[in-house]
Nanobody, 114 residues
Framework: QVQLVESGGDLVQPGGSLRLSCAASASIFNINFMGWYRQAPGKQRELVAGITNGGTTTYADSVKGRFTISRDFAKNTVDLQMNSLKSEDTAVYYC????????WGQGTQVTVSS
């Protein structure tokens, strides 16, 4: 069983930055894949960024060059650094972890608006 708790969501102006953090209740060393998904109103949940146990990262085309996923084994956290934010990045962001089961956090709201 893995519990995930997100933090860092906020209201930010276009062009601004935010850093989301996901704290896991278990060692992330043993988690096969961790990622950040987002869901905007009326849209499907989509993968924003992910990182495998081996360190391979993947990003949605819409965020490449702007977002960076990273992890801290000592803190058991996976962070998402988001730069050059756009209004279309507005969504609820969810942390996800895959072991032999799938785990989701409760979500954190990111709103990009002037």
């Amino acid at each position: 069983q893995v519990q995930l708790v997100e933090s860092g969501g906020d209201l930010v102006q276009p062009g601004g930055s935010l850093r989301l953090s996901c704290a896991a209740s278990a060692s992330i060393f043993n988690i096969n894949f961790m990622g950040w998904y987002r869901q905007a109103p009326g849209k499907q949940r989509e993968l924003v960024a992910g990182i495998t146990n081996g360190g391979t990262t993947t990003y949605a085309d819409s965020v490449k060059g702007r977002f960076t996923i990273s992890r801290d084994f000592a803190k058991n956290t996976v962070d998402l650094q988001m730069n050059s934010l756009k209004s279309e990045d507005t969504a609820v962001y969810y942390c996800y972890a895959q072991t032999t089961s799938n785990y989701w956090g409760q979500g954190t709201q990111v709103t990009v608006s002037s």
